[in-house]
Structures are given as structure tokens and as C-alpha cells.
């Protein structure tokens, strides 16, 4: 007689290990494949457009062009030329300037709030990835792919407005906002602001539909409210005496304004005369001891450009901190 022995199977418990970046990186990939289609359709489009615009400007520009006597009476009719110079100072950066709108709205809505309102960002968890780390690579993934594309726009702009009678024309002005971003690593920075944002808002609201609209208006009001600090980012020169208009050539005027000894400033109601002298009489009678010019000259661009960029990243890293600390207390 045989005996047979029913012996209870010991289950087997082997701890999953986490997924590479590498596979969490085309996870995310496959995940948001329309953004990504969206993405490099704009950039493409963009970046022909770009090349299109050189060949319109290069094939526009005489021979002569820069020798006297070219183009006599007739050198701001020329079609090519204002084609030319009207897409490259206002629309191609205009179009730069309002990308990291959408992308902020994107980011909010499909990046991090759909996933918060729909609750399947608990699925990360079950596949041994912590929430911090989900969230960490979705960011890299996206903020890498919007530095590249804005990485060969930028240059491109660079050199299809780079063309010998623009820096000539009144229209291509390093004052204007649009035009001294553009061209330099503020604009790569900006959308990684709007990348952040709208992540943050995402996580915060945890509704796709109000983080879209939360996150457009937010990078909305950055967009608008970020030219007029740009002037206070790097120290201004000043210029006192009784000339009006005396800063120099295509410098960017902050202001000017009648002061007294303390430099306060000293009111010009009154004051406006028919001659200098009957106005410095009447300042003068004020208390005024000149006026007072606060300009940024040609050669501070690259610093205001530089602290502009240091900005947006410090921005970008505060927010970027703060949504990692929100993730950490819902997830504790």
C-alpha cells in the first residue's frame, strides 16, 4: 500500500524590482504619443518656416545693399524686405512667446491633473515606482524634449534674422521684450517655467479641467508681468543735468524725471514751458536740481538677458521644489 504525501507548496515571494529609467522613459513616451506628435509637428513646421524665412530675406536683400546710393527712395518698400522684417521682430517671437501658454495648459491638465483625478497615479505604486519618482521622470522626459526643440528653434531664428540691414531698421529694438528673449537661453527657460507650472498646478487642483485653465492664465500673467521687471535685474546708469534726452543712442530709458538733492522725485506740473530755460526756472523753484536719466546701455543686453534666464530657472526650481513637497505629504 502506497502512501501518498500531500505536501502544501510554499509560495514563492520575489521582490519586484523597480523599472529601469530607461523603460519608466518610454512608458511615458507611449503614454503622451500625441503630445509628442503635436510636439515635433510645431517644431518641424517652426523650424521650415524658419529657413523659408532666410531664403525670403537673403533672395530681397540687393547686391548693393550697404553701398551708397542703393536702393534710392524705395529701400523700406521693398516686399521681401518688410516680409522679411516683419515676420523676424514680430511674429516668429510673438509665436515663441505664446507656445509656453498651451504648454503650460498642457502640462496641468494631461501631464499631472488627469492622472490626479482619474487616481491612476496609485497605479505606479503596484509597479514598485514611488510617486516622487513617477512624477520625476514624466518632468525629465517632457522638460528634455521642449529644451530640444526650443534648442534648434532658437539658433535658427538666430540665423534667419540674421541678415545685414536689421541691424539698421528702428523695428529690430533690443528694448522690446519679444525681441531681446527670443534669441538666447531665456526662451528654453521660459517654457521649462511653463513645463513646472503647469505640472504644479496639475498636482495641486487634481482636476485636469481647472488645472488647464488655471495653468494657461497663471503662464499667461508670467508672460505679461515678466517685461517690466526685466529693466530692475542688473543695475541701471544714471545721468544727471539739466539735458533732456541725454542718454545714449539705443539705450533702454527706465526713466526720466526732475529730482532734488535727495533724489526724490520733484513734480513737472507747471513746468512745461516753451524754452529749456523757463523750465529749469520752474524746477528749480521746486527744489529740482536736474533730471535724472536711469538708462541701461547697448552693452548691458547680455547681462539683463542672463539675469532674465537666472530668474525663470530659480522659478522653475522653487516650483519644481514645492510640488515634490506636496507629492511627499499626500503620499507620507
Known sequence: MSTTLNRQATPVISSASPPSLGTLA?????????ALVTWLAVVVLVAVGLVWLRSVGVSATPDCWGQPGCLPGDRGVNPGLMLHLEWSVRT?????SALPVAVAAWAGAALTGAEQERGTVAFAWTQSVSPRRWIAVKWSVAGALLVAGVGLLVPLYVWARSLPYMTESPMNDWTVWL?????GPATPALYLLALTLGAYTGLLLRRSL???AVSAVAMFG??????????HLWPAERILGWERGAAPAKAWVVSEEAVDAQG???SMDGCYRESDALVRQCVEAKGGVGFETVHHPVS???PLHLAETALLLVLTAVLAFAALRLLRRRTA
Open 26 to 34: 518610454r512608458v511615458v513616451l507611449r503614454l503622451h504619443r500625441g
Open 92 to 96: 516668429v517671437p510673438l509665436l515663441l
Open 179 to 183: 525681441l531681446s528673449s527670443a534669441p
Open 210 to 212: 481647472a488645472a488647464l
Open 222 to 231: 508670467v508672460v505679461k508681468g515678466l517685461p517690466p521687471l526685466i529693466p
Open 264 to 266: 526724490r522725485a520733484v
Open 300 to 302: 548691458h543686453a547680455l
